[in-house]
């Protein structure tokens, strides 16, 4: 049997492109003893993979040239040399790569970990997004840092992206009133539809930071960045006495994700209201997984959590599917759905 | 009797200079019920004012054209309506202004409180340096956004100044590892005179992110920025994982004070590192600085504490002192002491 891999072809310089991975063909693996094999349903893009594929130093390391592409899944088992695992099974891990068949070890701990999923609580790629490491990174850096508590004024960018639908509208739950920065008109009206008080388009909006203090007259309190670049400017620019900016990412820099990063220094408006900026990783509070699956649950549950998918059905659009992501073009939590 | 008063000629575009002010005479006023008349003995010069001056929003009320420049002072009392207070206590406060006489309102709460200087614990302008705000904001600047740790490495900007001097020497009670930076070799030799561990001269080091880099080869876990500008890129690029980053100064941008500041977007970096940067202002911790006073005064009693002060003798020569000030020509505490 034929195990299709997307391998690492070269380090982008700047975008990526389609190039950046070429398709190869092994064998499908055998699981050694408390390992498990699995047939790939799901696969996810998410934008730490942009770091992944970067040949500079990054908070973990990255992929080689040749090696097979990073990525979570969800899959069936196929095989099991584990007690707690039989065929049939739904497994979900951030260790499954851009391969139709992967051989995971459960007892591996941390991030590292292998979930069996409930696939009564939802279906199983929620996995790979509001119930997996993007409601995590919500759930965090919302709670963590953010800390939004009623008469708030938030602003999130990307905010229809799979992280930011949700800090959206959990910052809501919180008593907050949310702003919504995007890039096209589609996005934030769907962004309103699911209660969103105020949206900004970034693309067409001629002055960002004018519009933001018209409709944040108080300042802003909480920014979930999600992007970087002048969009990060326009905000930092706006905030309230004691503000919490919460850094999360920066795809604005995808294009020049190895370059000097310039813009605004904010340590003046920084002094002046007092505020805190702070980076985070998910990956660093996977311990607080269960606490926060439990807590999007029970949201989604009752209806105040409201997600999207945006799915692009073929393994071989691996390489399609990363690019509409880093380019925005998706519309919610970008997912790629294998074949039978 | 006259009572000499520099008065805010001008806000200044950029760089203050001796024009800003200018020199002028009122009858010495009467202290009213429950206040005070001071006899100013010092005064302090410190890189907020530069704020005060601005007619750009800062966080308090500027000082407007033709009124007396704002600044903290030590005095005796020479007539007093208050009970507390009789002729020959000497008062320190940030109300006196640049002038020859002041009339205080002791009762007043926060950082407009008068004190009461105990000449027995330390000289009397103590209470406008190292005992005073400069001493509580690198109190609080450190202990509740930089929290150094044995075995932190620590990197303080404008070392030798006011603040920095403090920094350093406190975080090396504290057990950490300090590198200072400073625009002189003669305020780096004083610098590993008082115990830091090593300095940089960030005028001719032609490579100051590498320099930090060899001399911080683990990173850098502590940064307490006095400055601002290119100094905070070169060390933000050499943040530990986990680092504080306290925002206290930026008089590196003295010359271009309403301009638009551009530099590093630090964001890449604070997410790799997951690291914090806070902004903070003293005054919000007034209440904090009889704990901060009696800590100071302890180190500096023991010897651990060694502080310098850089005294220009005579009223007129204010303007004069502040633009030393700014410009980094003085040697720790910048004071102005008055004739008899």
Redesign the interface.
């Known amino acids: 049997m034929i195990n299709r891999q997307w391998l690492l072809a070269s380090h982008p310089q700047g975008q990526a492109t389609l190039d950046t991975w070429r398709l190869a063909e092994a064998p499908v693996p055998q699981p050694g003893p408390g390992q498990i094999l699995v047939r790939t349903q799901w696969l996810s893009l998410d934008p730490y993979m942009r770091g992944r594929i970067s040949p500079s130093t ?2 973990t390391k990255g992929v080689g040239i040749g090696e097979v592409m990073q990525g979570g899944g969800v899959g069936e088992v196929v095989a099991s040399n584990h007690d707690d695992w039989k065929p049939g099974d739904i497994a979900e891990a951030m260790g499954f790569g851009w391969q139709e068949y992967a051989v995971l070890s459960p007892d591996l701990p941390g991030a590292a970990r292998v979930n069996k999923v409930n696939t009564a609580l939802a279906p199983p790629q929620a996995m790979l997004s509001w119930l997996g490491m993007p409601g995590l990174t919500a759930y965090i850096g919302l709670f963590e840092i953010g800390r939004p508590k009623p008469g708030d004024t938030l602003v999130v960018s990307a905010a229809s992206g799979a992280v930011g639908q949700l800090v959206g509208q959990i910052a809501r739950l919180c008593g907050a009133r949310v702003i919504g920065i995007a890039g096209s008109d589609d996005k934030l009206a769907w962004c309103r539809e699911i209660g969103f008080d105020a949206t900004l388009n970034y693309k067409t909006e001629t002055d960002l930071r004018g519009a933001i203090a018209a409709l944040a007259p108080g300042g802003v309190d909480v920014f979930f ?1 999600n992007t ?2 002048p969009i ?2 326009a905000v930092l620019n706006n905030l309230a006495v004691g503000a919490r900016v919460v ?4 795809i604005a ?1 995808a294009n020049d994700f190895d370059g ?22 998910a990956f ?1 509070w996977w311990h607080r997984r269960p606490e926060a699956m439990a807590r999007l649950a029970a949201w989604h549950r009752d209806g105040k959590l409201i997600t999207r998918e945006d799915i692009l059905d073929g393994f071989e659009r691996m390489p399609e599917a990363f690019l509409r992501m880093m380019s925005g073009g998706n519309m919610g939590k970008q997912l790629v759905r294998l074949g039978g």
């Not at 002094?271 to 980076?279: A, C, E, F, W, Y």
Request: hydrophobic share 35%; charged share 25%.
């Open positions: 990054n908070y960045d970087g670049g990060h400017d850094i999360c990412g920066r820099l000097e990063d310039i813009g605004l220094r904010a340590s003046s408006r920084l002094i002046v209201t007092r505020s805190l900026v702070q980076g985070f990783i660093d």
